[in-house]
Each structure stands twice: as C-alpha cells, then as structure tokens.
C-alpha cells in the first residue's frame, strides 16, 4: 500500500513562488505515476501536472510556464515548484499517484489515480 503525504502550502503573494513536496511510501515507488490536481472552493477537482517515471511530463494548459513538476529520488518525493502566483491558484492541492505510466491528455483523469494525499492549502493573496 503506498501512502501519500504533501508538505509545503502556505499563503503568498501574487507574483511569488511555493514548492510543495508529496512523500511517498510503501512499494513500487518509483513504478508509479505521481501527479498534482487541486480543487478551489466550489469548484471540481482540476489536473495541474503529472510525471511519470519513464519521462512523460504533462502539464494543464492554465499553469504550463509557471509550474514544474520534478521527482526527487534521493527523498523519495514528487515536487511542484509554483512560481508567478496568482490569486487564481487558490485551492487545496492534492498529490496523487497510480500504478502504470500516463501519456498526455490521459494523465490528467482523477479516476486514473489511486492513491491520494491529504492535500495541502495554497492561498495567493492580490
């Protein structure tokens, strides 16, 4: 069973940076897909980014040039480095993860993943 557990939100400033790490544990770690969606208030759960191990990189259209996922495999972590924040990014972010390799627009379905965090708050203030 893999476990999932995000670090790094906090409140911002628009035009500033955060970096949220997922750590992930129990098997197969580095077999995985890990990939980042968020949900703002009153609004569904959205794809941000997803990495899978054999390379792939996908990342939604609203957040492409601003954020950069990236996997750690010294700490075993999947990263989201956010910069030029805005007040727009405002959500809980969720880390996520599942057992086989994505490619493009199919990363990006929540029903895909199987293991989720316990989500992280991001707030950018104007």
């Known amino acids: 069973q893999v476990q999932l557990v995000e670090s790094g939100g906090g409140l911002v400033q628009a035009g500033g940076s955060l970096k949220l790490s997922c750590a992930a544990s129990?098997?197969?770690?580095?077999?995985?897909?890990m990939a980042w969606f968020r949900q703002a208030p009153g609004k569904e759960r959205e794809f941000v980014a997803a990495l899978s191990w054999n390379g792939n990189i996908y990342y939604a259209d609203s957040v492409k040039g601003r954020f950069t996922i990236s996997r750690d495999d010294a700490k075993n972590t999947a990263d989201l480095q956010m910069n030029n924040l805005k007040p727009g990014d405002t959500a809980v972010y969720y880390c996520?993860?599942?057992?086989?390799?994505?490619?493009?627009?199919?990363?990006?379905?929540?029903?895909?993943?199987?293991?989720w965090g316990q989500g992280t708050q991001v707030t950018v203030s104007s």
């Open positions: 129990g098997r197969g770690y580095s077999a995985y897909t």
């Open positions: 996520a993860g599942r057992d086989y390799y994505c490619s493009g627009y199919g990363c990006s379905f929540s029903n895909e993943y199987k293991y």
